[in-house]
């Protein structure tokens, strides 16, 4: 085998590695589209069975309403808790006149 024919079959294979990649690239983001292709049918499908058990999706909201006490967004449990009081308010520089 001559010297320029080995370069050639190592090139050669160096093709092959790089579009057996390239391949196999190609596989896994036709399977990653595919993918994402059904979970947005599921997702379609979930918000049309939605729409017809409850009306238009996102008006439901009942804005007359107030919001509930601030008190019952408190993770910790206890509503008199110090712990979403404001902090006080640093007092000013003195101003010289």
Partial sequence: MTNGQG???????????????WKSNCDYYKMMAEKAAFERDQLLQQIERMQIQGGPVGQNVDF????????SYNLFGNPTDDVWKPLPVPDSPPQNQ
């Fill in 7 to 21: 370069r050639v079959e190592e090139k050669l294979a160096e093709a092959q590695i790089a579009a057996q990649t």
């Fill in 64 to 71: 007359s309403s107030p919001p509930p006490p601030t008190s």
